[in-house]
């Protein structure tokens, strides 16, 4: 189960609601995974999804009705580096990148910012040269979004007033390393609910663990 036994914890304050300290596995049709929420007030945390792998360590708390993971030490993200930026066409946009550090043959989508347009919406780069569909809008910003894992990699802005041929170069840094920002999973009887990667993930305790300070049982 791509290494959870092997993660070594920190120690942290124990700030932890004990009901819900134990460990729990999923169990679900092309889904493996594990969670393993310490007295302690540690985690460690490990998914399989389709081409997703991933794991996690960290801090987590509860208010009695969830459970928050934040990730301690937080992982550095991926991101792309804006190797050039040439010339184009108004009002168009490409997206290449440098191959010897993204080797990927599909699509790239990204999120974007236009003219006349309030906040981001999500733009898609042609497979085969890289054109940027933007749906007739004038694009002002565009993010790279790291491939099968959707994690933006960093902004670049765009002027209005020319095109744009733009070449990555991307640098994976701590990729498949869970970065959990106060994550909420819910409560639902013996299982642990987490929304990720556009699906549910379910947490089933297979083990207790006593809060801290329990007295041991006699043999």
Do not use: C
């Amino acid at each position: 189960m791509i290494g959870l036994a092997g993660l070594l914890l920190l120690a942290a304050p124990a700030s932890a609601a004990p009901s819900f300290a134990g460990y729990y596995e999923v169990r679900q049709m092309e889904v493996a995974g594990g969670l393993d929420l310490k007295p302690d007030g540690r985690f460690r945390y490990a998914l399989s999804y389709g081409a997703v792998d991933e794991q996690g360590e960290g801090n987590w708390t509860s208010d009695g009705k969830t459970v928050r993971l934040t990730s301690n030490p937080m992982p550095k993200g991926p991101s792309f580096e804006l190797v050039r930026d040439d010339p184009a066409p108004k009002g168009q946009v490409w997206m290449t990148f440098d191959k010897s550090s993204f080797n990927w043959t599909g699509r790239v989508d990204a999120m974007a910012t236009a003219l006349g347009m309030n906040g981001k919406g999500l733009v898609t780069a042609s497979s085969s040269d890289g054109r940027v569909d933007s749906g007739g809008r004038v694009l002002t910003s565009i993010e790279p979004l790291v491939p099968i894992y959707a994690i933006p990699g960093g902004a670049v802005r765009l002027s209005p007033d020319r095109g744009h041929r733009l070449l990555f170069r991307f640098h994976p840094n701590d990729l498949g390393r869970a970065m959990f920002k106060g994550e909420v999973l819910t409560s639902n009887g013996s299982a642990l609910l987490l929304d990720r990667y556009d699906t549910e993930i379910r947490f089933l305790r297979v083990r207790s663990y006593k809060a801290p300070g329990s007295p041991k049982r006699g043999r």
